[in-house]
């Protein structure tokens, strides 16, 4: 078997992972009454439950095959196909919440999975320096901040599904910094795993891991699982392909065609996650997540 192939089946076995995980968080999540977004206190109760305890072994076994596949493959391989997983979180979840499939979701998702796939494929990122200067993570902190602001403040007054989606996006935002971090500290990690300790990236890592796991649970308490999982899944390497680029100064091909590819392939995610705002949602405003009885 071929590296490749071995991406591939690695690459598949995570997003069934990350589906079960995800679903089985999204269905306990629900249960729980809507807490603002970043209130640590609905962490502290969901981790009463559990199932959402038991979510953890496969979001963990996920994790080891993303590694995995991403040792084996590209991102322009691993990153699409992670994208599958959500084909199967959208039953599973339904099935735990007791309510029917919608087929808008799965049109939505696939619309977004095209998009992340084409825009991949097309950018072709090349590798830059290994660890960005403190100017480039004060240039990423400019645009992540204030665009962490304006979702999580938008999420306060919107509707279910549209602030799921906001959630969503600050969720994938965060998820994308945290793993740019752990990146720059990969060869710390190989050689010196005590020095971490010493380094401020390990702090801010921890910091924004458990934030962005927060809003994951918020996202979640607010619709169908594929609206803001949706948004998570193509926030998340969207956003690492943007600091790659702006503070690891990786490349992307810009040339020609390609560059049409991308602005398609942008439009494309953009109006998945619109319509993922727009959808219907199945909580009712102002009553506690869990509280209705089956969708319609």
């Given at each position: ?13 995570s ?29 502290l ?9 038991l ?14 596949a ?26 735990l ?36 200067s ?29 602030r ?5 996006i ?5 998820y ?19 020095g ?5 990236q ?37 956003v690492?392909?943007a600091?790659?680029v ?13 560059l ?14 619109w319509?993922?705002?727009?959808t219907?949602s ?15």
């Open positions: 078997m071929n590296a490749n192939a071995i991406a591939v089946v690695a690459a598949l076995g997003a069934a992972a990350f589906a079960v995980g995800a679903a089985l968080e999204q269905s306990e999540a629900k249960q729980e009454e809507r807490a603002p977004p970043l209130d640590p206190r609905l962490l109760r969901l981790l009463h439950r559990p199932r959402w305890l979510a953890w072994v496969p979001e963990g076994v996920g994790t080891a095959l993303q590694a995995v991403l040792s084996f493959g590209p991102l322009i391989l691993v990153e699409p196909l992670l994208i599958t997983g959500l084909f199967l979180a959208i039953p599973l979840a339904a099935a919440n007791r309510r029917r499939v919608h087929p808008r979701d799965y049109g939505v998702v696939a619309l977004g999975g095209a998009g992340l796939a084409a825009f991949l494929l097309a950018a072709q990122p090349r590798p830059g320096i290994a660890e960005p403190v100017a480039g993570w004060l240039g990423v902190a400019l645009w992540a901040g204030p665009l962490l602001a304006v979702c999580l403040i938008s999420a306060w007054c919107a509707g279910n599904s549209a799921a989606v906001l959630l969503g600050a969720s994938g935002l965060l994308g910094v945290a793993a740019s971090l752990l990146k720059a500290l990969t060869a710390e990690l190989s050689t010196h795993p005590l971490i300790f010493t380094r401020g390990t702090y801010a890592l921890v910091v924004v891991g458990l934030a962005a796991v927060i809003l994951n649970q918020n996202a979640f308490q607010s619709s169908r699982i594929a609206v803001p999982l949706m948004a998570i899944t193509i926030v998340d390497p969207a690492g392909v600091i790659g702006t503070a690891f100064h990786e490349q992307i091909d810009t040339d020609g065609p390609r049409a590819i991308q602005v398609i392939a942008v439009l494309a995610m953009v109006s998945a996650i319509l993922a705002s727009t219907r199945d909580i009712r405003q102002g009553r506690p997540a869990g509280a209705n009885g089956p969708g319609p």
